[in-house]
């Protein structure tokens, strides 16, 4: 399990500013993405980026639009998409909802496993640095950065994330 700087984005408090002091709602969130982009390179090497509220969708996804085009290099990334189901959330108290986000083994590796969503690259050990959560409406709610995790097909990684109500 990785341990991360996240934010929950301007939309997804607007969103959970609705439950305050209240328990939120398990169906909250539908779905994850992890990608290949949340970093920045000072001249010594990647480094995640601290994760911006004003984002709307993974950084690797919206960069090369924006004027930085910090992924435009002439390498190729990627991002993995996956839905949530009713096991991979929990309440532990009032306020307070966990959201265990898990890719199996092959899950992003292979680009015949039916659920790549999208891989310019075509490489089977993605280098992940970003995870955002969404909700029913594909609106990003939550949003974090890492250090670094290689994702090859004999592993799993879980990553778990805390949304409070307030």
């Given at each position: 399990?990785?341990?991360?700087?996240?934010?929950?984005?301007?939309?997804?408090?607007?969103k959970?500013?609705?439950?305050?002091?209240?328990?939120?709602?398990?169906?909250?969130?539908?779905?994850?993405?992890?990608?290949?982009?949340?970093?920045?390179?000072?001249?010594?090497?990647?480094?995640?980026?601290?994760?911006?509220?004003?984002?709307?969708?993974?950084?690797?996804?919206?960069?090369?639009?924006?004027?930085?085009?910090?992924?435009?290099?002439?390498?190729?990334?990627?991002?993995f998409?996956?839905?949530?189901?009713?096991?991979?959330?929990?309440?532990?108290?009032?306020?307070?909802?966990?959201?265990?986000?898990?890719?199996?083994?092959?899950?992003?590796?292979?680009q015949?496993?039916?659920?790549?969503?999208?891989?310019?690259?075509?490489?089977?050990?993605?280098?992940?640095?970003?995870?955002?959560?969404f909700?029913?409406?594909?609106?990003?709610?939550?949003?974090g950065?890492?250090?670094?995790?290689?994702?090859?097909?004999?592993?799993?990684?879980?990553?778990?994330?805390?949304?409070?109500?307030?």
């Amino acid at each position: 399990m990785a341990l991360f700087s996240a934010v929950v984005t301007a939309v997804g408090q607007n969103k959970i500013v609705q439950y305050p002091g209240g328990t939120l709602p398990l169906n909250l969130i539908t779905y994850f993405k992890v990608g290949e982009g949340g970093w920045v390179d000072p001249g010594t090497g990647k480094v995640p980026r601290s994760p911006d509220p004003s984002l709307t969708d993974l950084d690797i996804i919206l960069d090369p639009a924006r004027v930085t085009k910090r992924y435009n290099d002439g390498n190729t990334y990627s991002y993995f998409q996956k839905a949530l189901v009713g096991g991979d959330f929990s309440s532990p108290s009032s306020g307070i909802l966990r959201v265990s986000c898990m890719l199996l083994n092959a899950e992003f590796n292979l680009q015949s496993d039916g659920t790549l969503v999208y891989d310019l690259g075509g490489y089977t050990n993605p280098e992940i640095w970003e995870i955002g959560l969404f909700d029913a409406n594909n609106d990003m709610i939550f949003y974090g950065t890492f250090t670094q995790q290689t994702k090859d097909a004999t592993r799993q990684i879980e990553n778990v994330c805390r949304l409070v109500a307030g």
